[in-house]
């Protein structure tokens, strides 16, 4: 299981940066999703810190930002292909 996709948009991000914007992104996602106010999740980024607002209607887009996370930092591996049977 790698760690690190070199064609994903978080290429080139340290991984304390990458474990800090999850974080974020997933407290954001559960005060959403739970009916809180707060809307919004940031991250430092090597030029700069960034924030993103999102509403209840984009949930499953914060959903995909956490999942693009997670498979940058190895938590979730990607899909295997199906088993099937080999007959000799």
């Known amino acids: 299981m790698s760690r690190y996709d070199p064609s994903s948009l978080l290429a080139g991000m340290p ?5 800090t914007a999850l974080k974020n992104a997933q407290q954001a ?4 999703s739970s009916g809180n106010k707060v809307e919004s999740a940031s991250y430092t980024q090597g030029d700069g810190t960034r924030s993103v607002t999102y509403t209840r209607a ?3 887009q914060l959903a995909n930002v956490i999942q693009q996370l997670q498979r940058q930092l190895g938590i979730v591996p990607r899909a295997r292909r ?3 049977p080999w007959y000799q």
């Open 82 to 84: 199906p088993i099937r």
């Open 15 to 19: 991984v304390e940066q990458l474990r």
């Open 58 to 60: 984009e949930l499953p």
């Open 29 to 32: 996602y559960l005060e959403l």
